[in-house]
């Protein structure tokens, strides 16, 4: 059985920083290209950032390019964030999600977590 398990949410002052994890199992973690998205109240889920397989390519929405890192530990099946300069407009769930494709459509999507909510307070 697939599992994807985002941990490090929480509460955190405009400025500040968090690091989200999603730890898999299940798959093969390695061959998955590895999403986060975000999904604030009565909007759409978003990509945040993909990451590709090994060797690994990277892609940002405009709205966190600069403050926001996406990287994997294929030893680990882990996936991270590390999200800095948070501003308010960032608060949401955060939810990784794996695909065959490397790709930013949420459809195309095979696998997702249940999503760590992330506040970020003026």
């Known amino acids: 059985q697939v599992q994807l398990a985002e941990s490090g949410g929480g509460t955190v002052e405009a400025g500040g920083s968090l690091r989200l994890s999603c730890a898999t199992s299940g798959l093969t973690f390695s061959t998955y290209n590895m999403g986060w998205f975000r999904q604030a109240p009565g909007k759409e889920r978003r990509l945040v950032a993909v990451i590709g397989r090994n060797p690994p390519n990277t892609y940002y929405a405009d709205s966190v390019k600069g403050r926001f890192t996406i990287s994997r530990d294929n030893a680990e099946n882990t996936v991270y964030l590390q999200m800095n300069s948070l501003k308010p407009d960032d608060t949401a769930v955060y939810y990784c999600?794996?695909?065959?494709?490397?790709?930013?459509?949420?459809?195309?999507?095979?696998?997702w977590g249940q999503g760590t909510q992330v506040t970020v307070s003026s």
């Open positions: 999600a794996a695909s065959q494709w490397l790709v930013q459509d949420k459809d195309l999507y095979d696998y």
